[in-house]
């Protein structure tokens, strides 16, 4: 098992900037990558950015690219989604997902096993 928690979520103006953590325990050895995801109302829950927690390749959302940098810290099993220039359209609950398959990939949803409760953001303008 692996549990997954999320924090940083809040409300920010557009332009403004968030930082969400996703503190990772249980069976850490057990996943090969870590992924951000959100779901805005009445959407469907879309990537955002992955990391591979070996070797460190990160993956991003084309509307994340530029603006969000995922990133790892090893000996704190925590993954981060720095996110800058936020927009209204960021307004969605994010969640963090861990994989435990080797190969599969990042991006799609259906890799993920493991899901944290999520944490709101709200981006206004």
């Known amino acids: 098992q692996v549990q997954l928690v999320e924090s940083g979520g809040g409300s920010v103006q557009a332009g403004g900037s968030l930082r969400l953590s996703c503190a990772v325990s249980?069976?850490?050895?057990?996943?090969?990558?870590m992924g951000w995801f959100r779901q805005a109302p009445g959407k469907e829950r879309e990537f955002v950015a992955g990391?591979?927690?070996?070797?460190?390749?990160?993956f991003y959302a084309d509307s994340a690219k530029g603006r969000f940098t995922i990133s790892r810290d090893n000996a704190k099993n925590t993954v981060y989604l720095q996110m800058n220039s936020l927009k209204p359209e960021d307004t969605a609950v994010y969640y963090c997902?861990?994989?435990?398959?080797?190969?599969?990939?990042?991006?799609?949803?259906?890799?993920?096993?493991?899901w944290g409760q999520g944490t709101q953001v709200t981006v206004s303008s």
């Open positions: 990391i591979r927690w070996s070797g460190g390749s990160t």
């Open positions: 249980g069976r850490t050895f057990s996943s090969y990558a």
């Open positions: 997902a861990a994989d435990i398959v080797p190969s599969r990939k990042v991006p799609d949803v259906r890799s993920y096993e493991y």
